[in-house]
């Protein structure tokens, strides 16, 4: 299956959308846990906590999952494929694995992370350490920035199928009856 022109550009569209508002959010994120963590009054401080319990992880995770489903189709309905090309295979790898940092890790500290805000503004320490804050934008942003170089490099090493008797570089060749023999053809992994 391939996606028409301009199929493609809307999904491209809504790709691109899902990972800039996922992106932001994990910017928002760094910003309210700055703020959390960081100096300030205990009414900041902990309105910052609060917010970041309440508002976050639900929007993050629908991003995440908007632009993993769009990726998705992306991969599998143009030439790129999903495990055609290394960018892809490691794009895909970054999003799942962010996906479920954010359902095993982020969301169930979240209800500690509002108790801390609400201790935070009546003035008090809060029960739990929640130091642990810093990682997740620390690490989502950093893996988000990797899959944004992939994505505008698209650096070469193809993870590609070549029949044996194929001539090298065939694989790049947009002939269908090729493509064909190469669909057909043995994986081998070539960097
Ligand atoms: C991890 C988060 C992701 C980010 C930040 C991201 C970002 C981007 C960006 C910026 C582009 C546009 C590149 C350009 O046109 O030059 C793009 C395109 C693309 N992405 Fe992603 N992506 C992510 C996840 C995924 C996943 C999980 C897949 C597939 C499993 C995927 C597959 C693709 C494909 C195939 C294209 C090229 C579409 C085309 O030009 O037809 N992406 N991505």
Request: glycine residues 10%.
């Amino acid at each position: 299956m391939r996606l028409a022109p301009r199929a493609r550009k809307a999904v491209l569209t809504v790709h691109l959308v899902a990972a800039g508002a996922w992106i932001g959010i994990d910017v928002l994120v760094a910003v309210l846990v700055g703020v959390g963590l960081g100096g300030g009054s205990d009414a900041v401080r902990g309105l910052a906590l609060r917010a970041l319990a309440e508002f976050v992880v639900t929007p993050m995770l629908v991003s995440a999952l908007v632009c993993l489903g769009s990726g998705l189709l992306l991969g599998l309905a143009t030439k790129w494929g999903l495990v055609r090309y290394w960018w892809v295979a490691v794009k895909l790898v970054l999003n799942v694995l962010l996906c479920v940092l954010i359902v095993v890790a982020l969301r169930p500290g979240m209800a500690d992370v509002g108790a801390a805000g609400v201790a935070t503004e009546a003035g008090r320490l809060p029960a739990t350490d929640i130091s642990f804050l810093v990682f997740p934008p620390a690490v989502s942003l950093t893996l988000l920035a990797v899959a944004t170089v992939l994505s505008v490099y698209k650096p070469g090493g193809r993870v590609r199928r070549r029949s044996q008797g194929a001539p090298r570089g065939a694989g790049r060749s947009a002939a269908p009856d090729m493509r064909r023999t190469l669909s057909e053809a043995r994986p081998t992994f070539v960097a």
